[in-house]
């Protein structure tokens, strides 16, 4: 019943628009986690220490969502400023630009994954922070050309034109009572009259 509602709430076109769109955004959140898996092959983890923690709302639900709090409505984020060394002897205090529900203390120890080579694109290693947002994205590709697939009109196997089974049955009743043969009956030529 809600599949037939939704059949006639999206024609074709909009079938066509979601296959699409699930593709796309299949393709994309593919490409992300490609991405994503190779900054952490490229990365390293350290131990960092809370040196100082922000408090604020966040921005939107959306913003919410993507740092992985479900907790709709009066959330509140939480920024770390942490002091960690990576592996090259520099030691490195900057504010973790992954918003969090937890709520750090100073003086915590929280594990950092870095590129040695910029630490700017550091983050807090959780995995809602790293790989949260590109799941969820390929997620909602999967679901979408699951919606198509349930929403496509299946074709018969063998499709026969009404039209022609019509016909064939009216001649067949027609001549059902005439003796019908095979094989095409030859002419024979007509002779010429001697005067």
């Known amino acids: 019943m809600f599949k037939d509602y939704l059949k006639r709430l999206a024609g074709k076109r909009a079938n066509r628009l979601i296959l699409i769109a699930g593709i796309l955004l ?35 639900t959306l913003q919410a969502l993507r740092n992985g709090n479900l907790a709709l409505g009066d959330s509140t984020s939480y920024q770390a400023i942490v002091r960690y060394t990576v592996p090259n002897g520099l030691v490195i205090s900057r504010l973790m630009t992954d918003a969090d529900d937890t709520d750090y203390t100073i003086g915590q120890q929280v594990e950092v994954i870095t590129p040695e080579l910029d630490p700017s694109q550091a983050h807090i290693l959780k995995w809602k922070f790293i790989w949260g947002w590109e799941c969820m994205q390929l997620g909602a590709g999967i679901s979408m050309l699951l919606l198509w697939l349930a929403l496509r009109e299946r074709r018969p196997a063998n499709p026969t034109p009404a039209s022609k089974s019509t016909k064939k049955t009216g001649s067949r009743k027609k001549s059902a009572g005439k003796k019908t043969t095979s094989t095409p009956r030859k002419r024979t030529p007509r002779k010429k009259k001697q005067d």
């Open 26 to 60: 299949t393709c994309l959140a593919l490409y992300k986690l490609l991405r994503t898996a190779m900054y952490v092959h490229e990365s390293v983890v350290v131990t960092a220490t809370v040196t100082d923690v922000r408090q604020q709302p966040f921005e939107s």
